[in-house]
């Protein structure tokens, strides 16, 4: 069951599993009370329906003219909980489906400030940053919190961006 928030966006994928790992899943994408309340600012429900446009306009094979696999409905819930446990001194990332039909989310201020974090349909976080003249890359997986690699590069890339 979606949160009231992410319900009024209009369209989740459905949920049809009915085994006992689809149900394992319903529990891990359960919205709390405590995380719902991060769906009332604007501006992240922002950051929810251009994850939404970026998923529905890739829902088809062959959606990039250049044999795209279909975004994937699992990296798309990962994706949406990667956003709603951000903290608030994070921006919102642009979304993207990759040709592989898994979810991006980046986060760029132009050359060398930007990162970048592709969400598999496990949960795996596989990411890379450019900031100024360094670099960070990494592979992480997905359970409770955003990792801390992750939240460092999103750091990184927002202090490092151009004022």
Known sequence: ???PAIA?????????GVSDAAESLR???APSEEASSSFSDLDRLRAFEALQQAFVEANTE???GEGGEPA??????YAL???QSLPRWAPNPEASVDPDGEISLEWDWGRRSIFSVSIGRDGTLTYAGLFGV??????ENFADDIPEGILSGIRRASFNAPR
């Open 72 to 77: 994937d409905a699992m990296s798309y819930r």
């Open 81 to 83: 909980l990667l956003i």
């Open 8 to 16: 009024s966006l209009g369209w989740i994928a459905p949920d049809e």
């Open 27 to 29: 529990k891990l994408f």
């Open 62 to 64: 062959n959606w990039d």
């Open 1 to 3: 069951m979606a949160s």
């Open 134 to 139: 360094s670099k960070q890359h990494g592979v």
